[in-house]
T-cell receptor
Framework: DVKVTQSSRYLVKRTGEKVFLECVQD?????MFWYRQDPGLGLRLIYF???????EKGDIPEGYSVSREKKERFSLILESASTNQTSMYLC???????????FGPGTRLTVL | GENVEQHPSTLSVQEGDSAVIKCTYS??????FPWYKQELGKGPQLIID?????GEKKDQRIAVTLNKTAKHFSLHITETQPEDSAVYFC???????????????FGQGTILTVHP
């Protein structure tokens, strides 16, 4: 079974802090994605990566950056956390040929 | 870019009834339409998908229909059971090839509650 793991299930941070969310997949997938999930808005794509060190902006990249130094690991970085970044963050991975995305369990981030 | 609208936002049914969730999309180049189910405390999981060269697909109690002309697709769940209670998301994609990289645009989600 494909497994996508996220470093934390719950995280509480203060405004202005730098926050790192880590995601690891074990299926050698080329593509990895970061979404945020908010009630009534569905899942919105923040950034994605199609190869090591390659990244592209999604629909809502402002206030975020990403890092992919190894194929299995994709990190989301909040340079200076703000209260409007309080949300559920979901990581997903997928192959370069198929369409299915496999999701991690999510990290619920609260910024105070 | 692509825009996906999903309705209804909440749906409450009695066990054994059918449930229908509808989505519309805006980009005629989209060719892949998956449905994901998200149970409490878990990430979304693919339950069924359809490609633009197919009008209908069925897998046991769930089915998806696609109308390319009208740019809408629907999820049908028959004989609903309490374990079907979850949040359901539709999505649209231009596929995994080229510069699409399998990116998905999701609808807003539907909270389905099945009452015993």
């Amino acid at each position: 079974d494909v497994k996508v793991t996220q470093s934390s299930r719950y995280l509480v941070k203060r405004t202005g802090e730098k926050v790192f969310l880590e995601c690891v997949q074990d299926m050698d997938h080329e593509n990895m994605f970061w979404y945020r999930q908010d009630p009534g808005l569905g899942l919105r794509l923040i950034y994605f990566s199609y190869d090591v060190k390659m990244k592209e902006k999604g629909d809502i990249p402002e206030g975020y950056s990403v890092s992919r130094e190894k194929k299995e690991r994709f990190s989301l970085i909040l340079e200076s956390a703000s209260t409007n970044q309080t949300s559920m963050y979901l990581c997903a991975s997928g192959t370069g040929q198929g369409n299915e995305q496999f999701f991690g369990p999510g990290t619920r981030l609260t910024v105070l | 870019g692509e825009n996906v609208e999903q309705h209804p936002s909440t749906l409450s049914v009695q066990e054994g009834d059918s449930a229908v969730i509808k989505c519309t999309y805006s980009d005629s180049a989209s060719n892949y339409f998956p449905w994901y189910k998200q149970e409490l405390g878990k990430g979304p999981q693919l339950i069924i998908d359809i490609r633009s060269n197919v009008g209908e697909k069925k897998d046991q109690r769930i089915a998806v229909t696609l109308n390319k002309t009208a740019k809408h697709f629907s999820l049908h769940i028959t004989e609903t059971q309490p374990e079907d209670s979850a949040v359901y998301f539709c999505a649209a994609s231009k596929g995994a090839g080229g510069t699409s990289y399998g990116k998905l645009t999701f609808g807003q989600g539907t909270i389905l509650t099945v009452h015993p």
